[in-house]
């Protein structure tokens, strides 16, 4: 229950402001189309650089939890889905805008969200210590397992392709080796003056997912003009018929939880596995459900914010994101000298725990603020997108240099983002190479930890092999590989 | 207008793949250059099994890049990258939002409708300055407007 006694730091003056404005914040971006979860984190770190590092962590999980849960607001109002986690959402979401029933599905939205997210974070504050307990037997050649486990999974899970996701993921690895070496000292792959620093995450970061942002909404000018009249409908009526949906609630919340624990896996498949249950579980509704069915809404929405709290179970004691939003998080804890791992709660207890209590707390105000501010969605969902794209190049700029008042982390962060951009167009996804960047040095420190210890030994593949641990990781990242290629073949021979 | 299909996808792959050996090869033998060479050969292998992927089993992919609209952006881009330091941030940041703003504008452009992006621009631009200026107290290059954060 080491939990209940860093509530307190939750509530000082600073950390709740924080906590208002990353959530008041974080539905804004969630409702404008376009902007998804990952983006707005990423946009923010470099924000969080200039604050304490509790206070940077409640702000970008503030910001994660209520994007997913205002990424609902255009998939009702605009069959848009804000975020890829409200896919789902624009099934049943969209066809009871279109019944005029706009206010009682944002109502259902974000109740469900805050029931799935509650839940998600209670298996957070629980399950993570336990999990911490016994990762801390890993040494040198477990932590470059658990590095390149990390990119593995994110690259088979994220993109359509496991090529393609291993070959971003290793791309990501190779760009990270970029720059001075920390343990021997040479300077590596410094073809200009612009890269002496090596790849600054912030501007990793910043680049490969808010730049190709910014192609995106000028390529595919969004179109805003038909958005619902709002009905009126008292709230307490919407907040008695969600609960009354139990089974709505548990399937969803469930489904998003045990999903959540699965590294890579994100919330669109949570959102999509629970609707997919919940149409299955309710023949007597089987021809109502994407025709404004609010057992829809609620088991999307309850699911997809039920995944934030196990996503970051991995994310805190192994470095493996459980979603690609929480593989920007990682970048959030390393600028603050946080290094994942197993002894995270001794070495950083009250950072931890503020940012895993702020989120519960976050859950609170999420649904207040998102009931409130549901009624002026339609203002949001009216930005045009040109201003929107001008305002992402903007802060970009501005917030990569404000991290070491460098305009060379701003050459790379821009050179990144139009790399990405074509990239993406390729099939390449953002997600591994922002992981490679990140763990990439993690497995490099530990790989030459291990062949310093293996040099005395049998030699660093045996090191490497050797030990149960090990095995298994091994075991888990071929897994997760031929789990991929199977999904890939499955999915082609279905198209044909 | 450029359609992308497979056979570009696995050309740039292998172009990626062949550039990253390259570099991490010719650097010599240091222990420095071991993880690199390790992945320069990963993307390599890889490189070479999406090639015989796609001669075998003819995979499909069809993307497009409408370059007209893009081509824009990656001007203002390169434009930054060449003067913003030396024209200062907000000067310059100032011009790519305020032509963004315009060129990509669904509306005519009207005299009504140019003053207002100016306007907007303007009023982001000093919202920007509090909070990185003001707020955060970070000193970009200044030049000609905001000299005074210089």
């Known amino acids: ?496 | 207008m450029i359609k992308i299909n497979n056979t570009l996808v696995v050309v740039t792959s292998f172009i990626i793949a062949c550039t990253l050996l390259y570099l991490s090869f010719r650097s010599g033998n240091s222990a420095a250059y071991l993880l690199p060479k390790t992945y320069a050969v990963v993307l390599g292998c890889l490189s070479i099994i999406m090639i015989f992927f796609h001669f075998k089993r003819k995979t499909f992919f069809e993307n497009q890049i409408h370059i007209k609209k893009i081509l824009p952006i990656i001007f203002f881009i390169t434009f930054f990258i060449s003067v913003g330091e030396d024209l200062g941030f907000y000067f310059s940041t100032t011009l790519i939002f305020f032509f963004i703003a315009i060129f990509y504008s669904p509306e005519t452009k009207t005299l009504k409708n140019i003053i207002q992006s100016v306007v907007l621009c303007t009023l982001i631009m000093c919202f920007i300055y509090v909070i990185f200026s003001m707020m955060l107290q970070v000193q970009v290059p200044g030049f000609i407007l905001f000299n005074l954060t210089n």
């Open chain 1, 1 to 496: 229950m080491e939990f209940l006694n860093y509530f307190g730091e939750v509530f000082t003056l600073v950390n709740i402001l924080t906590l208002i404005f990353g959530t008041i914040g974080g539905i804004i971006l969630g409702a404008a189309p376009g902007l998804s979860p990952t983006m707005a984190v990423a946009l923010l770190i470099p924000f969080t650089f200039h604050m304490e590092a509790d206070q940077g962590l409640v702000m970008l999980g503030a910001v994660y939890t209520s994007t997913i849960a205002g990424g609902a607001i255009s998939a009702i109002l605009l069959k848009i889905p804000g975020a890829p986690a409200n896919i789902a959402t624009v099934m049943d979401g969209y066809p009871m805008a279109q019944n005029n029933r706009v206010k009682e599905a944002l109502h259902y939205c974000f109740i469900s969200s805050f029931v799935g997210g509650v839940i998600g974070i209670l298996i957070l504050i629980f399950f993570t210590p336990v999990l911490a307990k016994f990762a801390l037997k890993f040494g040198p050649s477990e932590m470059f397992w658990i590095a390149i486990l990390g990119v593995t999974v994110i690259a088979t899970f994220d993109s359509g392709s496991v090529a393609k996701g291993i070959f971003a993921g290793a791309i990501g690895m190779w760009i990270a080796t970029i720059g001075t070496d920390a343990i021997i000292g040479v300077e590596r792959f410094v073809v200009s003056p612009v890269l002496d620093g090596g790849i600054n995450i912030i501007a990793a970061l910043v680049g490969l997912f808010a730049i190709p942002q910014v192609f995106s909404l000028i390529e595919n000018k969004l179109n805003q003009s038909d958005i619902f009249v709002m009905e009126k409908r008292r709230l307490v009526d919407s907040i008695k018929y969600n609960f009354s949906r139990i089974k709505a609630l548990t399937v969803g919340s469930i489904t998003g939880s045990i999903i959540g624990l699965i590294p890579g896996v994100g919330g669109q498949i949570a959102g999509l596995v629970a609707y997919d249950q919940i149409k299955k579980l309710s023949p007597d509704k089987a021809d109502k459900f994407g025709k404004g069915e609010p057992d829809g809404i609620i088991a999307a929405e309850s699911s997809n914010n039920a995944i934030v709290g196990p996503s970051l179970v991995p994310l805190l004691i192994l470095s493996i994101p459980g979603s690609p939003t929480a593989a920007v998080l990682l970048g959030g804890l390393l600028i603050h000298g946080i290094f994942p791992g197993p002894e995270i709660f001794e070495l950083h207890p009250k950072v931890v725990w503020t940012f895993i209590d702020s989120l519960l707390v976050g859950q609170f105000l999420m649904v207040v603020f998102g009931l409130y501010m549901s009624g002026f969605a339609k203002y949001v969902l009216r930005t045009p997108a040109h201003y929107m794209a001008g305002v992402i190049v903007v802060l970009s700029i501005f917030g990569t240099y404000s991290v070491q008042n460098s305009f060379a982390d701003v050459i790379i962060m821009l050179s990144l983002g139009v790399f990405m951009f074509f990239i993406s167009k390729l099939g390449f996804s953002a997600a591994p190479i922002v992981l490679g960047i990140m763990l990439g040095p993690i497995a490099e420190a530990n790989f030459i930890t291990a062949k310093l210890i293996a040099d005395t030994q049998d030699g660093i593949l045996m090191y490497l092999i050797n030990g149960p641990i090990n095995q298994v990781m091994i075991a888990i990242c071929f897994l997760s590989i031929f789990y991929g290629l199977y999904g890939e073949i499955k999915k082609k021979k279905r198209s044909k």
